[in-house]
């Protein structure tokens, strides 16, 4: 795993903006997307880079990590109408290509399994964006999630409903279950790029990072994974042991490395 810290957002964004910019460069791209507020400079990155660069998104699928149960699509804040909204709907991606999880199937069980199915089916998810809840959970894999698990229906903590009733009138109208995508499925991803900011993600990045590979802390599967990009800003980074060695890396780091 390698951690990156950088001075703002706006780095972070460009440095997730540079790692997509590489996928999406290649034949038949899948790119995995996050909502929330961590990847939203990453993505006004990106938008910058189509309008302004000629950054195609032509020939990408994409996959989302999560879904709200009981909202349909044309909810304003149901994720697929997010993604939209801060993405996909200001670049050229085909929108038949963008894909979520539906969370008012009469059988979520069995549309979890489909999920699973059409991400295998186009080859596994090139490049995963993640964000991380204040409780270290990774899509919507709350603590005590398995480690193997597969896309499935969730029940949200009380920590987690809370953290997301900004985005609605009040804390009770934020879904109580979603359908996410199970550690396993976001582990079989080919890179994990997790992105935070702020002082409020500063313990769960410590336990993420630094902490014991556990479900009590989702995130921490990144430890698990061969190819996991961890970048923070200053506050996010501020629990972390080693933060000077991740300086020193970075400050350090060949031409030909990259991320
Ligand atoms: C959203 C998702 C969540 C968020 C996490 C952090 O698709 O999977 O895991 O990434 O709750 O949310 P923000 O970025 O809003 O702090």
Redesign the pocket.
């Known amino acids: 795993m390698e951690v990156v810290i950088c001075p703002s957002a706006e780095d972070i964004g460009r440095h997730v903006a540079d790692v997509y910019e590489a996928v999406l460069r290649t034949e038949a791209p899948v790119i995995g997307l ?6 939203l400079v990453a993505y006004a990155e990106l938008i910058r880079r189509h309008r302004e660069e000629g950054l195609s998104f032509a020939h990408a699928s994409a996959f ?3 879904e709200y149960v009981g909202l349909p699509a044309t909810h304003p804040e149901s ?1 697929a109408a997010v993604i939209r909204r801060e993405l996909t709907d200001h670049v050229d991606i085909d929108p038949a290509r963008v894909h979520s999880p539906d969370g008012t199937a009469d059988d979520l069980a069995a549309e979890c399994a489909r999920y699973d199915a059409a991400i295998d089916a186009v080859g596994g998810v090139h490049v995963q964006l ?4 204040t409780d270290g ?4 894999n709350e603590p005590m999630s398995s480690l193997s698990s597969r896309t499935r229906p969730k029940t949200l903590t009380q920590q ?1 409903r809370k ?2 009733a900004r985005f609605f009138d009040s804390v009770d109208e934020v879904p109580t279950h979603v359908l ?1 995508q199970g550690l396993g499925t976001i582990r079989s991803a080919h890179h994990l790029v997790l ?1 935070a900011t702020g002082e409020a ?1 500063a313990e769960a990045v410590a336990a993420a990072v630094e902490g014991p590979l556990s479900a009590r802390c989702p995130a921490s599967i990144l430890q698990w994974h061969p190819h996991a990009t961890v970048f923070v800003d200053d506050a996010a980074a501020s629990r972390l042991d080693y933060a000077d060695y991740y300086r020193y890396t970075l400050a350090n780091k060949p031409d030909w490395q990259g991320f």
């Not at 996050?34 to 990847?39: I, M, Q």
């Not at 959970?137 to 919507?140: D, K, P, T």
Request: charged letters at 10%; glycine letters at 16%; hydrophobic letters at 35%.
């Open positions: 996050a909502t929330g507020s961590s990847p989302l990590l999560d994720y993640l964000g991380i809840g959970h990774v899509g919507f987690t953290d997301n996410t992105v993600k």
